[in-house]
Each structure stands twice: as C-alpha cells, then as structure tokens.
C-alpha cells in the first residue's frame, strides 16, 4: 500500500474515533443530568461540540446566549440588536428552548436557569 494512501486513511480512521469519543461524551453528559461545558482541549482541537446538556435536553450554544440575555431581563428585540439577529429568529430559539425543557414561557426559563445556577 502506498505511504500517501495509508496516512491518508489512518487520518480519516483517527477522525472518525475522535467523533465517536465526543458523540459518547455526549450521551455520558446527557445521562448524567448536568451542565457541563466541553474539555478545553476538545474544543481547542475544532471540534464542533458547542452545545450545553441540560438534563435530557441539549441546548446550542446560541440558545445558552438566549437564556442568558433573557435572564438579565432583554425582550426578543433587545436580544436581536445583541446577537445581531433579527427578534423572529430570537422567538425560534426560544421556542426551540421551550420545546427541549418542556416549559411554556420566558418566566418558567428564567426560574428554570435560577434553578440550574446559571444565573449568579
């Protein structure tokens, strides 16, 4: 086998495992009900994990900021001028967020971050 070809596969093979490693951290941060942020070195490495588990629910990191901004009492269009987006595409990801915490409203998602001490 030629040495260009056989790299070439043990780079793509190493990929693969290092996708399946972060996929099973994953599901190990799901089961175990926490928030928890990704090793460092994961992330410094590009990988694409940048979402928050919450419980059974794991929320983008774009959804954490929504949380966050909503927490210091921004409306949708206040959040929107911040995250430079528009207040429709605010609503979504709080519908999203609702969807996964199985909550109704911004005031059950502000108590639920109290709750969760992502709030200080």
């Known amino acids: 086998m030629d040495k260009k070809v056989l790299i070439y596969t043990l ?3 190493v990929a693969v495992l290092s996708a399946m490693t972060i996929m099973l951290l994953r599901k190990v941060r799901v089961k175990n009900r926490e928030i928890r942020f ?3 070195s994961l992330v410094d490495e590009g990988f694409f994990m940048d979402d928050f588990c919450v419980g059974d629910a794991i929320l983008t990191k774009r959804e954490m900021e929504v949380v966050r901004l ?3 009492g921004l ?3 206040e959040i929107a001028e911040e995250l430079g987006i528009s207040s429709r595409t605010v609503d979504t ?4 967020i609702f969807r996964k915490l199985g909550i109704n409203n911004t005031v059950e998602m502000v108590r639920w971050a109290q709750k969760k001490g992502i709030l200080h």
């Open 11 to 13: 780079s793509i093979l």
């Open 38 to 40: 990704l090793e460092e």
């Open 70 to 72: 909503s927490c210091e």
């Open 75 to 77: 409306v949708s269009k």
């Open 93 to 96: 990801h709080k519908i999203n």
